[in-house]
């Protein structure tokens, strides 16, 4: 593929927040070769849970074939548990604990004032069985939101509009080939809402879990591994078990939930500044053992960018690098 995802933190030597390691756009995947002989270390988000046994072993798998490949590159794992990060240096893998959710962006999804909630709850998932969307099969109203449509889909889509008599299929609605939404029309369906759902049993850490909060939305989970519960609290998330009826239930206490938006928001966000800042003193201990003594906190506004994660074509962002 001729894109890399992720950001640039540090010039010389290269730090690199990279998508996770198995991806086709990530650092190693994409800009590595043109680096062979460069020092470079590299932070790899971490997409699924690594608490599984198998995924933790791929990513060894992974890191060690890359390695052999690139000495002169150093990974690092950035874990959403604690639970990852037993799993993984256990395993013999670097990495450091900080819930990715801590980089979603709040100035992007942000609270619209006075709009119209249409919906009680919404979903912004993939539209896939593992997401488990038809525990919404009790809810009065609910909006899927998911990422592009093609056909293999189509079965699943045909079964939940069926099982899911409350459901407004957003990407059908609004998008004429039902492609995925853009940051903006998430965040309008998402205000549109009173109630965020997360549904799945195994995932990672989900970034529409935080989404919904900084959105000001009280959010629902059912017990999961993966580490969405991150930056939750119980004064306006809550858990329930993984059935309709559960679900609806929860949905309901939520709607009388009396923590307001603006609340939900600033706890949210003031929860993702701590771990930004621990994120930030594990950055300058990297430096510094590069013999680099900086604040990473002095140039944050400039390097930081939503999630990280920004999609760059190979050929803009690599002679930037070269020259750096």
Same mark, same amino acid.
């Given at each position: 593929?001729?894109?890399?995802?992720?950001?640039?933190?540090?010039?010389?030597?290269?730090?690199? &927040?990279? +998508?996770?390691?198995? #991806?086709?756009?990530?650092?190693?995947?994409?800009? !590595?070769?043109?680096? $062979?002989?460069?020092? *470079?270390?590299?932070?790899?988000?971490?997409?699924?849970?690594?608490?599984?046994?198998?995924?933790?072993?791929?990513?060894?798998?992974?890191?060690?074939?890359?390695?052999?490949?690139?000495?002169?590159?150093?990974?690092?794992?950035?874990?959403?548990?604690?639970?990852?990060?037993?799993?993984?240096?256990?395993?013999?893998?670097?990495?450091?604990?900080?819930?990715?959710?801590?980089?979603?962006?709040?100035?992007?999804?942000?609270?619209?004032?006075?709009?119209?909630?249409? &919906?009680? +709850?919404?979903?912004? #998932?993939?539209?896939?069985?593992?997401?488990?969307? !038809?525990?919404?099969? $009790?809810?009065?109203? *609910?909006?899927?939101?998911?990422?592009?449509?093609?056909?293999?889909?189509?079965?699943?889509?045909?079964?939940?509009?069926?099982?899911?008599?409350?459901?407004?299929?957003?990407?059908?609605?609004?998008?004429?080939?039902?492609?995925?939404?853009?940051?903006?029309?998430?965040?309008?369906?998402?205000?549109?809402?009173?109630?965020?759902?997360?549904?799945?049993?195994?995932?990672?850490?989900?970034?529409?879990?935080?989404?919904?909060?900084?959105?000001?939305?009280?959010?629902?989970?059912?017990?999961?591994?993966?580490?969405?519960?991150?930056?939750?609290?119980?004064?306006?998330?809550?858990?329930?078990?993984?059935?309709?009826?559960?679900?609806?239930?929860?949905?309901?206490?939520?709607?009388?939930?009396?923590?307001?938006?603006?609340?939900?928001?600033?706890?949210?966000?003031?929860?993702?500044?701590?771990?930004?800042?621990?994120?930030?003193?594990?950055?300058?201990?990297?430096?510094?053992?590069?013999?680099?003594?900086?604040?990473?906190?002095?140039?944050?506004?400039?390097?930081?960018?939503?999630?990280?994660?920004?999609?760059?074509?190979?050929?803009?962002?690599?002679?930037?690098?070269?020259?750096?």
């Amino acid at each position: 593929m001729n894109v890399f995802r992720g950001s640039v933190l540090w010039s010389e030597p290269l730090v690199i &927040f990279s +998508a996770q390691i198995e #991806a086709e756009t990530s650092f190693p995947r994409t800009l !590595a070769p043109f680096f $062979k002989d460069r020092r *470079v270390i590299v932070l790899f988000l971490i997409a699924w849970t690594a608490e599984i046994e198998h995924t933790a072993d791929n990513l060894v798998k992974d890191a060690q074939f890359f390695k052999n490949l690139y000495p002169n590159h150093d990974y690092w794992f950035i874990c959403n548990t604690p639970g990852e990060v037993a799993n993984l240096s256990a395993r013999g893998l670097k990495t450091f604990f900080a819930n990715q959710n801590a980089f979603i962006d709040p100035n992007i999804y942000q609270i619209i004032p006075n709009v119209q909630k249409r &919906f009680d +709850a919404v979903y912004n #998932a993939q539209l896939q069985s593992w997401k488990r969307h !038809a525990l919404c099969a $009790k809810l009065d109203s *609910v909006a899927f939101i998911y990422h592009g449509f093609d056909e293999g889909q189509e079965d699943y889509l045909a079964e939940l509009r069926q099982s899911v008599p409350g459901a407004y299929f957003v990407n059908h609605s609004i998008r004429p080939k039902y492609d995925s939404l853009n940051k903006d029309e998430v965040v309008a369906v998402v205000n549109a809402a009173r109630v965020g759902l997360c549904l799945s049993k195994y995932e990672g850490a989900m970034h529409a879990s935080v989404e919904y909060m900084l959105c000001g939305l009280p959010v629902l989970t059912t017990p999961n591994m993966g580490g969405r519960d991150a930056f939750m609290d119980d004064r306006f998330t809550i858990q329930v078990d993984d059935n309709p009826e559960q679900v609806a239930s929860g949905v309901k206490q939520l709607l009388e939930n009396q923590t307001s938006p603006t609340d939900i928001r600033a706890i949210t966000v003031a929860k993702q500044k701590v771990t930004i800042e621990k994120f930030q003193t594990f950055l300058n201990s990297i430096l510094q053992q590069e013999g680099i003594r900086f604040n990473i906190s002095d140039i944050w506004d400039r390097i930081y960018i939503d999630k990280l994660l920004g999609w760059h074509p190979i050929d803009s962002i690599l002679p930037t690098l070269i020259q750096s």
